[in-house]
């Protein structure tokens, strides 16, 4: 049976949570959105979780880029009048303010000291209840390039998230050429930007008159969202791999994602599947070994499962919460000449995985990894609110207390079992940059891999071993290899 994850918007609560300060925990019911409240009087920080459902920064499909151009202009230094109005204020309240847009949701988090938190989400809130939109058309274009520019590392996953969230295919979008307007973003926002679209979390050391403001903070949002949403699933039909030319870079930063469907009772025993061979930190997994310690042709290797489904929230206990559509993501980085020999290895390493298991000491191991993240992120009021939001949004307000007996139930032949369900017969989408892409995607057809060992490795030692992998099958139809000249 699968996870099917709904989303009770309209639930209408106010949960206080009290931890570590002594007080008693109490329940009031409420009649508009949805809030969270882990306090904690002996902290000295407080913040304040704001997450509207807006679907994918792409979307949506008539104009794409509009979620994830909305936030940024709300808040933006760059943009206008909110200049003053929110982060130049912001930083003279010592106010700090992060934003992540997920695949469903746009999260803002607001941090600062107790005796400024009331203030800085009064900054906050004006934000979203006036915003303004005006003489945006002229900026558009450049704003949306500046938005796209990032490091390397971040751009591969995201072309990989976003061929993945396409379905397979090319059209996915970072400089779309549409034209989009100031009508376009207003219409976005009136549509999105709700008070049955919104969920709230406070944690730390929180004021007693934020808590009473908060109630009816948003009371003038309009209650018209566009939150239901199709349920995603993963459609790709053949492999992919997106060349991204940088003529002037000097390391291949590359990405690998594999996407995973993941059966209700497979996903804890997943997640031990993932840090196995993906690490927990650097170098403790099977492919950093393998890439950075065995050959040293890579810097770095980790791996991670991302999720891909309506209803996840990015940030609560592990970074994870129950989805039955995920994505196994390696980001790594090597030279332009081992980057094919580099892919290959990787997916030879999942390969030998599966067939030979994943031993019992590594699965206890990662277990007490699990349980003691769990106990240390519990702890900290910010990571507790955000996991009782994420209760909220897969609807399991039992997922917290349950986590510690499902970890500890995790048997060594569920964890094989869930690793051949998962990458028996794989399919994948890589995204590298590299100088250049005409001559890379030729070396990828012309059916040769070399490699070149750095000056420490005892080459004769994995000579013997890396030659079956050298001689693995590849991507071979020319237009499944996609090159991108103009991503930034």
């Avoid at 679907?55 to 003053?84: C, M, Y």
């Avoid at 397979?168 to 679209?197: M, P, Q, V, W």
């Avoid at 390493?349 to 277990?367: H, L, M």
Wanted: glycine share 6%.
């Amino acid at each position: 049976m699968k996870l099917h994850l709904a989303i009770p918007i309209m639930s209408v609560i106010l949960l206080l949570f009290i931890t570590g300060c002594g007080d008693d925990d109490t329940r009031v019911d409420k009649s508009l959105y949805e809030i969270v409240i882990v306090k904690d009087t002996s902290q000295y920080l407080g913040t304040v979780t704001i997450m509207f459902m807006t679907g994918h920064a792409n979307d949506p499909d008539d104009k794409d880029g509009v979620a994830g151009l909305v936030p940024r202009i709300l808040i933006n230094h760059d943009f206008g009048r909110n200049k003053t109005c929110l982060v130049d204020s912001l930083a003279v309240l010592n106010a700090k303010l992060e934003i992540e847009i997920g695949y469903e949701y746009t999260t803002f988090s607001l941090i600062s000291n107790s005796d400024n938190l009331y203030s800085a989400f009064n900054l906050l809130a004006f934000s979203f209840l006036h915003p303004d939109f005006s003489n945006l058309d002229t900026k558009l274009k450049q704003i949306t390039a500046n938005e796209n520019r990032t490091d390397d590392s971040a751009l591969t996953v995201n072309v990989v998230r976003s061929v993945l969230f396409h379905g397979g295919s090319d059209d996915f979008a970072f400089s779309t050429g549409r034209e989009l307007t100031s009508t376009d973003i207003r219409n976005f926002f009136d549509n999105y930007y709700c008070k049955d679209n919104i969920a709230i979390g406070i944690s730390g050391n929180v004021p007693e008159s934020l808590q009473v403001f908060m109630t009816s903070a948003f009371d003038s949002l309009k209650e018209n969202s566009k939150k239901s949403k199709p349920d995603f699933e993963h459609t790709m039909e053949d492999s992919i791999v997106v060349l991204i030319e940088r003529p002037s870079t000097r390391i291949s930063h590359f990405a690998v994602g594999i996407p995973i469907e993941i059966e209700t009772e497979d996903f804890y025993p997943t997640l031990i599947v993932a840090l196995y061979l993906g690490g927990c930190v650097e170098g403790s997994g099977l492919i950093s070994e393998r890439l950075v310690f065995d050959r040293s042709i890579s810097p770095y290797a980790r791996g991670t499962l991302l999720p891909i489904h309506a209803g996840f929230s990015e940030h609560g206990i592990l970074d994870m919460v129950p989805s039955e559509n995920c994505t196994f993501i390696i980001e790594s980085a090597t030279t332009e000449e081992n980057l094919e020999f580099s892919l290959k290895l990787i997916l030879a390493s999942i390969k030998d995985a599966v067939k030979n298991g994943i031993p019992g000491d590594d699965i206890e191991r990662f277990k007490r990894y699990l349980l003691n993240s769990f106990l240390l992120r519990s702890a900290c009021p910010e990571k507790r609110v955000k996991c009782l939001l994420d209760e909220i949004l897969i609807s399991d307000s039992l997922f917290m207390e349950r986590f510690e007996s499902e970890i500890l139930k995790i048997s060594d032949s569920a964890v094989n079992m869930a690793l051949k369900e998962a990458f028996s017969d794989i399919r994948y989408v890589i995204a590298a940059v590299v100088k250049d892409a005409e001559q890379t995607k030729s070396d990828l057809l012309d059916g040769s891999t070399d490699v070149n060992y750095d000056s420490a490795v005892e080459e004769d030692k994995l000579r013997y071993r890396d030659l079956t992998i050298r001689e693995r099958g590849f991507i071979t139809e020319p237009d499944r290899i996609i090159i991108r000249q103009n991503i930034y």
